[in-house]
């Protein structure tokens, strides 16, 4: 097992944990705490070594704790090492959940909501006070003659001439322009023309 403890890294990891997957820092805080604990039972170990024995009893009983420390350290990897093994498990199942999540953002977007942004960008507003009414109901105008227009073609009960038809396209298209056109010119002006 290589696990490399840097108490520096440590401190650093903690730092820098708010971007990190929630797996991952559990991942960093069981292989902390693995760390202290096997720091713990070497240095139980070492302890060992400035214990005299007198007798061949102590020296068993040495050899025995030495043992069940060498066990604990043993038994305490073994546990890092399946934890790991389900870290990986929940690792890819956040992935897996932050690509879905991409893959939503990235959808491609309704007519509607192109016609929005288009509005928004052109405009170089957003949606709100006195414009953001407006361009509603502009957009429920719309949204009515293209309604009446598909229902009236469905349904058959009106037969229009294809120039009426781009009257009404053209009329539909010109509120928009117009009220952007509205919109630029500031309060007040009068447009004229001059010839030279």
């Known amino acids: ?73 043993t038994s305490i990897k073994a546990a890092y090492n399946q934890e790991q093994m389900f870290h990986i498990l929940d690792e890819s199942t956040e992935r897996g959940e932050q690509i879905a999540e991409a893959v939503d953002k990235m959808e491609p977007k309704t007519p509607e909501e192109r016609l929005e942004e288009l509005v928004e960008e052109a405009l170089g507003t957003e949606d709100t006070g006195e414009l953001g009414e407006i361009m509603e109901e502009i957009e429920e105008v719309v949204e009515e003659l293209t309604e009446e227009t598909i229902g009236e073609m469905v349904d ?5 001439s294809t120039e009426e038809l781009a009257e009404e396209a053209a009329a539909a298209e010109a509120v928009p322009e117009t009220l952007a056109e509205e919109l630029r010119t500031p309060e007040g002006y009068v447009p004229f023309d001059v010839r030279l």
């Open 156 to 160: 058959g009960a009106v037969q229009e």
């Open 1 to 73: 097992m290589n696990i490399s403890w840097d108490v520096t890294s440590g401190i650093l990891r903690r730092m820098n944990a708010g971007g990190m997957l929630k797996s991952t820092q559990d991942r960093m805080e069981r292989q902390e705490e693995t760390q202290k604990q096997v720091e713990f039972f070497e240095k139980q170990k070492e302890n060992l070594k400035n214990v005299s024995c007198e007798s061949v009893e102590e020296i068993a009983e040495k050899l025995k704790m030495f043992q069940s420390y060498e066990d604990q350290i």
